[in-house]
T-cell receptor, first 114, second 113 residues
Framework: GENVEQHPSTLSVQEGDSAVIKCTYSDSASNYFPWYKQELGKRPQLIID?????GEKKDQRIAVTLNKTAKHFSLHITETQPEDSAVYFC?????????????FGKGTKLSVIP | NAGVTQTPKFRVLKTGQSMTLLCAQD?????MYWYRQDPGMGLRLIHYSVGEGTTAKGEVPDGYNVSRLKKQNFLLGLESAAPSQTSVYFC????????????FGNGTRLTVT
């Protein structure tokens, strides 16, 4: 199965600065890498994802980059705002026996300091 | 359109008691999943289902059983609860067919004393 490692576990940035969270994966056959955001006491929600045939994807202030050779992908948040404070989870897709299982990293708690 | 609904929201059990967590989705999704979330451990897959009548083990299946008798429902059972099963449980669903966008429920906080 897939193993996903995520760093750092906590990250504090000043409002307006950029934040970068990195993940590595083990299964070279993995082809889908989403990022979920979980606000305190809430459910995780998908914020952006990338497939292995793309190197970078942007959506307003967030972007994800993928390096298949090195087997790592990163979340970039620019111009951070207090509402970006949350726990962010990366994930990698493991597919076997006709099913799809997402294996999550352990999360990064992002704090944006006003 | 409620999405994914979990019941109950909170539960306290004594060691050895049993209970069932219910997950219901109204999006006609094929795939359903049960995850547990513990501090510093992320989301770990317990069991999942790729369609009505099917179930499969995930990363941490021991001590849990599941059933998917109807497409819209996915039940998670604890036959003999243990303190190690104290956690927040999330159900999720996805449409399948190449889509792995998980739609999560609001979670069930379970405490086993």
């Amino acid at each position: 199965g897939e193993n996903v490692e995520q760093h750092p576990s906590t990250l504090s940035v000043q409002e307006g600065d950029s934040a970068v969270i990195k993940c590595t994966y083990s299964d070279s056959a993995s082809n889908y890498f989403p990022w979920y955001k979980q606000e305190l006491g809430k459910r995780p929600q998908l914020i952006i994802d990338i497939r292995s045939n793309v190197g970078e994807k942007k959506d307003q202030r967030i972007a994800v980059t993928l390096n298949k050779t090195a087997k790592h992908f990163s979340l970039h948040i620019t111009e951070t705002q207090p509402e970006d404070s949350a726990v962010y989870f990366c994930a990698g897709l493991y597919s076997g026996a006709g099913s799809y299982q997402l294996t999550f990293g352990k999360g990064t708690k992002l704090s944006v300091i006003p | 359109n409620a999405g994914v609904t979990q019941t109950p929201k909170f539960r306290v059990l004594k060691t050895g008691q049993s209970m069932t967590l219910l997950c219901a989705q109204d999006m006609n999704h094929e795939y359903m999943y049960w995850y547990r979330q513990d501090p510093g451990m992320g989301l770990r897959l317990i069991h999942y289902s790729v369609g009505e009548g099917t179930t499969a083990k995930g990363e941490v299946p021991d001590g849990y059983n599941v059933s998917r008798l109807k497409k819209q429902n996915f039940l998670l059972g604890l036959e003999s609860a243990a303190p190690s099963q104290t956690s927040v449980y999330f159900c999720a669903s996805s449409s399948g067919g190449g889509s792995v966008h998980l739609h999560f429920g609001n979670g069930t906080r379970l405490t086993v004393t």
